[in-house]
């Protein structure tokens, strides 16, 4: 048996590549406009439409899809012109903040995709909004050409409204592409970003000023780990607090590291641990580094996981993203 | 974001079910031959080719697809088809034992499905090969129906040359179904077993005496972790040995188990581990397992990994399985 599939996994070059793609829209009301941006995505053959949701609150809508990477840009493409022409900024009202229609696309490398390339995809469809539908685009996170729009509240300050003057007056507001003014569809920041993981680490005890602490310590804005954000919580069960975490780069700390932090914090005060918990979704690569990390498997790759190689299977027979 | 994924979790009510199929054909020659059962696997959409392995001196093919479960028994059917008609047992030599020309067929579990349905897949395949083909079928592993074929090498005594007298004279060697006598294509072992893991770890230790000791303590035969079989090893870096494993079921004895414990065993030795490795394919679930033991992750599921989830949708999307 072990013959076979070593031939299997010596077969495949390059494996698949996996980008997500998750815009925010301003529009979380109108099902008939929901579902056209919705459609514009699900067009592009080789993606994949993972959740939508719609907020009417905040009146936005958010979409996320997978793909190959042009077809992320293609199908983000699509959703734009559809979005553009669907809402209108000088109508809108919500309680998120936001500077258009197509509010933020940001790419994120999945698997067999680096972020550079993540940040290419970015150029690209910032480009292509800028000369097809005429909108100003602004580079955020990863993609940003300005230090400061690293941090996307800083590309969305003033929000539409403010932003509509402060483009045409203040050159720190110029966008990367498109014109210096705003129309109905607003502006849009276009960026790439490491996938972010919801994690939580629960502690056996009731004392909700150590789940803070830890997570003072724990947290990068105090010193603690680097892309680490974190926050002290009660739960339901008053014998158990939580350390909730953002993990924004798995990269520069893997959840095993964020656990064993957590743990050893908690440990040094005489509290175990009560569990922990992903929220949501989880890469394979995140699944194999702690796989690798908890049984020291050094050179495990995700490739060898039975229904990450089907996939691959399925993409290498599917049809060629659109051009 | 936790939010989307949130409910992008609860969306999934089943999961996509996935089945291995691991046949075995009495043909490592004639490429025309290979080609046509391969070709014959191939044609049932819902199915998966992963891998085919031909090996002259044994004059045997191994064929791995996976799929939905009725679409694996669909191909499993249409390939012996092409084997029972294409290959004479009375003409077949090889090193490897064997009793027909479709000389085994399992079914295993990958995710969303029971060891008990790949039963019932077994018993499906073997009533629809005696009824069409009228080949003697013999049950094996967990779908056997006498205790001494859950043992496969019991069911291949006296290879094809000696079963064709016993088949008709011993009540013993009477098929599960079809007829009591052998044709040109002989008879078949049908079953259903779990996915096997092979499964490495290596010692800081030029010592193979102490490896060999390790394997005896592990190995299930001699009372050690249930459904695992191991032996000690040289490798090629003399200052490293190891433990070499076939996990046979990891619901049984999971991979960190079987870590855990030569960890524990090599360290009363006072020798160091020097790495793990997984050789071929791993099923997510172990993987996710593995993951759920070192955060202790209660709860955690494959389905939270999102390449899991995008397989998922895209087996949603496809073609229904062939009646």
């Given at each position: 048996m072990p013959q076979y599939n070593r031939d299997l996994i010596s077969?495949?070059?390059?494996?698949v590549q996996l980008v997500e793609c998750v815009p925010n829209f301003s529009?979380?009301?109108r099902p008939a406009v929901i579902d056209a941006i919705r459609a514009a995505a699900s067009?592009?053959?080789?993606?994949?439409?993972l959740d939508l949701h719609a907020d009417a609150a905040h009146n936005r809508m958010v979409l996320t899809f997978v793909g190959s990477p042009r077809a992320t840009v293609e199908a983000a493409f699509r959703c734009s012109v559809q979005a553009a022409s669907l809402i209108d900024m000088r109508e809108h009202r919500g309680e998120h903040p936001r500077?258009?229609?197509?509010?933020v696309v940001p790419f994120i490398p999945?698997?067999?995709?680096?972020m550079a390339e993540c940040v290419a995809l970015a150029h690209e469809l910032a480009r292509r909004m800028a000369d097809e539908l005429d909108l100003p685009v602004y580079l955020y996170a990863?993609?940003?050409?300005?230090?400061?729009?690293?941090?996307?509240p800083n590309v969305r300050k003033s929000e539409y409204e403010g932003l509509r003057i402060a483009i045409t007056r203040d050159p720190n507001r110029a966008?990367?592409?498109?014109?210096?003014r705003l129309g109905s569809a607003g502006a849009t920041a276009v960026g790439a970003r490491p996938f972010l993981v919801a994690y939580n680490v629960n502690l056996r005890t009731s004392d909700l000023a150590l789940a803070r602490e830890i997570a003072a310590s724990v947290r990068h804005s105090s010193g603690?780990?680097?892309?680490v954000q974190a926050r002290g919580m009660a739960t339901s069960d008053p014998e158990v607090v939580q350390v909730s975490m953002n993990l924004l780069d798995t990269r520069q700390t893997p959840l095993h590291a964020a656990y064993e932090a957590v743990l050893s914090l908690a440990a040094g005060r005489g509290v175990g641990v009560a569990g922990s918990e992903v929220v949501g979704l989880l890469p394979q690569e995140v699944l194999a580094a702690t796989f690798e990390h908890a049984v020291q498997?050094?050179?495990?790759?995700?490739?060898?996981v039975l229904e990450y190689r089907l996939l691959d299977t399925l993409a290498a027979s599917g049809e060629p993203a659109p051009s």
């Amino acid at each position: 048996m072990p013959q076979y599939n070593r031939d299997l996994i010596s077969r495949a070059e390059r494996g698949v590549q996996l980008v997500e793609c998750v815009p925010n829209f301003s529009e979380g009301r109108r099902p008939a406009v929901i579902d056209a941006i919705r459609a514009a995505a699900s067009s592009v053959p080789d993606v994949s439409v993972l959740d939508l949701h719609a907020d009417a609150a905040h009146n936005r809508m958010v979409l996320t899809f997978v793909g190959s990477p042009r077809a992320t840009v293609e199908a983000a493409f699509r959703c734009s012109v559809q979005a553009a022409s669907l809402i209108d900024m000088r109508e809108h009202r919500g309680e998120h903040p936001r500077i258009g229609a197509i509010d933020v696309v940001p790419f994120i490398p999945v698997s067999g995709v680096t972020m550079a390339e993540c940040v290419a995809l970015a150029h690209e469809l910032a480009r292509r909004m800028a000369d097809e539908l005429d909108l100003p685009v602004y580079l955020y996170a990863e993609a940003a050409t300005r230090a400061e729009r690293r941090w996307l509240p800083n590309v969305r300050k003033s929000e539409y409204e403010g932003l509509r003057i402060a483009i045409t007056r203040d050159p720190n507001r110029a966008p990367d592409f498109g014109p210096r003014r705003l129309g109905s569809a607003g502006a849009t920041a276009v960026g790439a970003r490491p996938f972010l993981v919801a994690y939580n680490v629960n502690l056996r005890t009731s004392d909700l000023a150590l789940a803070r602490e830890i997570a003072a310590s724990v947290r990068h804005s105090s010193g603690g780990l680097p892309a680490v954000q974190a926050r002290g919580m009660a739960t339901s069960d008053p014998e158990v607090v939580q350390v909730s975490m953002n993990l924004l780069d798995t990269r520069q700390t893997p959840l095993h590291a964020a656990y064993e932090a957590v743990l050893s914090l908690a440990a040094g005060r005489g509290v175990g641990v009560a569990g922990s918990e992903v929220v949501g979704l989880l890469p394979q690569e995140v699944l194999a580094a702690t796989f690798e990390h908890a049984v020291q498997a050094t050179g495990f790759t995700a490739r060898q996981v039975l229904e990450y190689r089907l996939l691959d299977t399925l993409a290498a027979s599917g049809e060629p993203a659109p051009s």
